[in-house]
């Protein structure tokens, strides 16, 4: 009989791409028939390609608890499961991962694993006053799991919380990985790089990597960097989502739009951070960051929001400067310090290449490797050593 492990998580692109690419890769080396449940959230349906994927489910989940779709969505997963005799189910991202845990509760009791990793719960402080629910949503839920997984170490608290008058574990792993070792040492032409983006070689260029929503509070870097009267300093921001036209907006409102660069979706991040000479990630609420790691990666240092998740690899003044997410005075006077000390920004942007390591992907993979393993209970095939970012 074939041995079948599925994924789920709300949308393709933006997440299963994103982030879970080596883990089906290594349930693929385990000789697993791999399966994927998520909405198509690519422009072009067409271009969607998931590797390592044997079949896709486009299931189309909605980010809201009170949407109808889910209602469809979670009649679909139920089908889907209870056909197809999965060893282990691991869902991500709320909304998807509630719908699996309640569609999964027949399944478990015939052996199926279920799995959860929260990429950051949502009723910590940042979160909105109607997110609190959720807080009561995954307490009831953690008796249809065996095991939560979570990437820093507030949320590991809360997880063990839940877990302790149940059979669901709690774990703490270091995300879901960067390749922190080939962003180091990767060689990028920086003149022909930001000429691409239309900077100045001598500038000095402030970068963000993100979905642009409300909760990556873009505008806070925006107004900020409007108090930056240097017309050799530049933001590139990278990220596509549903508050873009009111940044583009503020941008010119602001009259910096000539120094802002909007740089859409990109595949190329591992190439662009090293452009950067300061990062800026002025997040409300966040599970951990991937992309101020990259950063840091390549020895850039990050100006972000004093905030779990955040906390994990970020110390102030020693590899980052941290701020309250709407400090835009602060923030402002932050990016001034570090544009006109070269010096300070080479000490951050040493230690902080240095304070990643522990996020890189082979750590995580070993990680999530001996976790799968312990719910499996089977000899299985050591991972591969090369692992790849979507």
């Not at 009259?255 to 991040?269: C, N």
């Amino acid at each position: 009989m074939s041995r079948r492990v599925l994924f789920i998580a709300t949308v393709v692109k933006k997440h299963i791409c994103q982030f879970h690419i080596p883990y089906l890769r290594w349930f693929k080396e385990q000789g697993y028939e791999v399966h994927v449940c998520a909405r198509n959230d690519y422009e072009d349906k067409s271009v969607c390609n998931i590797p390592y994927c044997d079949k896709f489910y486009d299931i189309d989940f909605s980010r809201s608890p009170v949407d109808h779709s889910n209602l469809i969505a979670y009649r679909d997963i139920k089908e889907i499961i209870e056909k197809n005799d999965y060893d282990l189910i691991h869902c991500h991202t709320p909304i998807a991962a509630a719908i699996t845990r309640l569609a999964a509760k027949k399944i478990r009791k015939k052996g199926t694993v279920v799995l959860y990793t929260t990429h950051g719960f949502h009723f910590f402080y940042g979160s909105s006053k109607l997110s609190k629910i959720y807080y009561y949503i995954e307490k009831f839920l953690i008796k249809y799991t065996d095991g939560i997984i979570t990437i820093n170490s507030e949320d590991y608290k809360a997880a063990s919380s839940f877990c302790e008058k149940s059979d669901c574990k709690a774990f703490y792993v270091h995300g879901m990985g960067v390749d922190t070792e080939k962003i180091a040492s990767m060689s990028v032409n920086r003149k022909n790089l930001k000429q691409k983006f239309g900077i100045p070689e001598d500038a000095v260029v402030l970068l963000s990597v993100s979905e642009i929503n409300k909760n990556k509070n873009l505008e806070t870097s925006l107004k900020a960097f409007a108090e930056v009267k240097d017309k050799n300093v530049y933001y590139l921001v990278c990220g596509s989502g549903d508050m873009l036209d009111n940044c583009r907006k503020l941008s010119d409102d602001l009259k910096i739009s000539d120094r802002v660069i909007f740089a859409g979706y990109r595949y190329d991040i591992f190439e662009v951070v090293h452009i950067a000479d300061i990062f800026l990630f002025p997040s409300y609420r966040e599970g951990l960051g991937v992309a101020p790691i990259e950063a840091m990666s390549a020895g850039v240092p990050i100006i972000a929001s004093d905030i779990r998740g955040v906390r994990e690899y970020a110390v102030n003044m020693q590899n980052s400067i941290l701020l309250p997410p709407d400090d835009v005075k602060g923030y402002a006077e932050a990016i001034k310090k570090l544009v006109n000390n070269q010096e300070l920004r080479e000490f951050l942007g040493e230690n902080a290449s240095k304070a990643v390591a522990p996020f890189d992907i082979k750590n995580s993979l070993k990680s999530m490797s001996d976790i799968y393993h312990s719910y499996l209970k089977e000899d299985t095939v050591v991972y591969g050593e090369e692992v790849m970012r979507a």
